[in-house]
């Protein structure tokens, strides 16, 4: 099984347009310390020709030009006018930075798109997504724990994690932590190896432990190093908990809380631009892979 990050930063890539927080700041002036990333998505495959896309965020189109293995010409299929590697897509929550890169795949190629009913059809009610040709994109609700294969030899099951509904779908008080078919976490198995993809997690309830212990690779949520980071860079009011992240260190955090789990690989994906593990040399850096951590980047490939 091959995973491909075509993107490790969460919503507004990094750095984010119109940021001039300390670690945005670093790449405006240069410093080789820091290196540009784009929206939250990977692609999953077992034979290394056909791939599932999780997530398509809105830099989809540039990580394809970026990615010669999903370049229409590495298609496995029949020869064509249209073609691509690309054989299914799955979303795990309705967040902007998941979907908007569908509006990307409208060209009049055909492929599944898998999604709990309640995403699917938050798209499906969305005006702008009726450009997704229904002839050519077969949406197909996926249940939560019912195992399914996208892609020959690749078998994958959602489950719930904590989370919310989608910023723009907030009404009133918005109940952060629950466990629904808004917000869910992957997992992926071909070859007897394992991994699970897990962007977005409110905390770490010990189902979910449960579940993950003995897997051969965790992506799982870096939004933000600390719960009250954006705050302190003076960029938002919001705590990472609030939007649905549990924050990498202090209490209830991620840094230490799948020791003693017996995985394999861990790493952090979906970066804020604030977050300064995303700093070459930094402390926080040095503390997350002095406690086993990897932070990934474009284009980081694993093989399992």
């Not at 939004?223 to 992240?245: N, S």
Request: aromatic share 6%; hydrophobic share 40%.
């Amino acid at each position: 099984m091959r995973l491909f990050v075509l993107g490790s930063a969460a919503g507004g890539g990094y750095p984010q347009w119109n940021c001039l927080c300390d670690v945005c700041r670093l790449y405006w002036a240069g410093d080789e310390r820091v290196v540009a990333r784009s929206q939250s998505s990977i692609a999953a495959s077992a034979d290394g020709r056909n791939w599932l896309l999780l997530n398509a965020s809105p830099d989809l189109r540039d990580q394809i030009l970026k990615s010669p293995r999903l370049s229409p010409a590495a298609s496995a299929g029949p020869p064509g006018r249209r073609a691509t590697p690309i054989s299914a897509v799955l979303v795990t929550n309705g967040d902007v930075d998941h979907i908007a890169g569908l509006l990307t795949l409208r060209e009049k190629q055909r492929f599944p798109l898998y999604g709990t009913a309640g995403v699917l059809g938050m798209i499906a009610d969305s005006p702008v997504f009726q450009v997704l040709d229904p002839a050519f994109v077969d949406k197909r609700p996926v249940a939560i724990g019912v195992g399914f294969e996208p892609l020959p030899g690749l078998f994958v099951e959602i489950f719930s994690v904590p989370g919310k509904v989608p910023l723009f779908m907030e009404k009133g008080e918005v109940d952060v932590g629950e466990e629904s078919e808004m917000t869910v976490g992957v997992k992926l198995s071909a070859h007897g190896k394992t991994a699970f993809y897990i962007p977005g997690c409110a905390h770490l309830p010990e189902t979910l432990k449960a579940r993950i212990r003995g897997a051969d690779t965790l992506l799982f949520d870096g939004t933000l190093y600390a719960d009250d980071e954006m705050r302190r860079a003076g960029v938002g009011e919001k705590t990472g908990r609030r939007m649905g992240h549990m924050p990498i260190s202090g209490e209830g955090g991620s840094l230490h809380a799948f020791e003693g789990l017996d995985i394999a690989r861990r790493a952090y994906i979906h970066i804020n631009n604030t977050n300064p593990v995303l700093v070459e040399g930094s402390s926080e850096r040095g503390t997350v892979e002095a406690a086993g951590w990897t932070v990934t980047r474009d284009g980081m490939e694993i093989a399992l």
